[in-house]
């Protein structure tokens, strides 16, 4: 066998059996996501960390704690913008919230919420339409520092012309400045959008659904996860949301192969918008 080839089947090895430990010991399961992006992100992390092979990472996890954060960071991508794609909040903000409006309380689970990008955004575009005062958010992840950072709200200033553009293309009825304060080249997100907001470490992969959901936004989730784990998530979101309540995917996303696709209908389809029509 040609000598790469055996390389990258011992490599195949050690990052089953480093995911198998990880699941075992801490309880992370990463069994079931992607395994081409899992490997090219434990080979990073190898590179980056120092390690001379995946086998030396799994002793070293399993014998220092310490070391877990920072692998999860390889682990679990925290990668995203405020007000990615404006043309999927633009759609939230025409079409699926006027229907919001007509619910006396509301309740928005921003699942896999990374460094707190799309809950803030979707905070704000719910103020500005009116919706923050009756709607609690549930922001979850699976990573600690993620969550730590998402509840900071703080962003390096290098990024905030890239989401006041995206802000302004959502159809944003302020300016973006209205909500953060400039700091020694970082911007604060103002306190007052997280007064709504449960931060909880939540796992697609292993926890329950959260109950009675208006919205949930999970998006360039899913597609990190092997087929398997995908319906779970989505079974999940289905378990999740109220009955005519509405899910958001990322725009490479579909329930097109899940087994519970016949409970939502198309709402919007270009933007991966769907709405709980089934059981």
């Known amino acids: 066998m040609d000598a790469a080839l055996v390389t990258s089947s ?17 309880h992370y399961d990463f069994r079931h996501y992607a395994r081409a992006s899992i490997k090219r992100r434990l080979l990073q992390a190898r590179a980056q ?15 220092d704690s310490t070391l877990l954060p920072r692998l999860l960071d390889f682990l679990t991508v925290q990668v995203s913008e405020m007000f990615r794609d404006p043309s999927y909040f633009r ?14 309380s509301l309740k928005v689970w921003v699942a896999g919420c990374s460094n707190g990008e799309e809950l803030y955004s979707l905070a704000i575009l719910f103020h500005e339409e009116g919706l923050a005062k009756k ?10 520092t993620a969550l730590k950072a998402a509840q900071a709200g703080v962003y390096s200033l290098d990024r905030i012309r890239l989401f006041t553009e995206n802000h302004q293309a959502s159809g944003g009825r302020s300016s973006l400045s209205d909500y ?15 007064s709504q907001v449960v931060f909880s470490d939540h796992s697609l992969v292993t926890d329950a659904a959260f109950a009675e959901m208006h919205l949930i936004s999970c998006r360039n989730v899913l597609i990190y996860f092997d087929r398997e784990l995908q319906d779970r998530a989505v079974g999940l979101f ?14 490479k996303e579909s329930l097109r192969f899940s087994s519970h696709a016949d409970a939502f209908a198309d709402f919007v389809r270009e933007e991966k918008i769907y709405q709980r029509t089934g059981p």
Not at 49 to 63: D, P
Not at 180 to 194: E, H, I, Q
């Open 238 to 251: 289905r378990d999740s949301l109220a009955r005519r309540g509405f899910l958001g995917l990322g725009s």
């Open 10 to 26: 011992i490599e195949d090895i050690e990052i089953q059996l480093l995911l198998e430990a990880l699941y075992q010991h801490y």
């Open 91 to 104: 759609a939230l903000r025409e079409k699926v919230i006027p229907h919001l409006h007509t619910y006396p």
């Open 180 to 194: 953060y304060t400039a700091n020694y080249g970082r911007a604060v997100f103002d306190k007052s959008l997280c």
């Open 49 to 63: 960390l120092g390690y001379g092979s995946i086998s030396e990472i799994q002793a070293a996890v399993l014998r």
């Open 135 to 144: 709607t609690m958010f549930y922001a979850t992840d699976i990573n600690p």
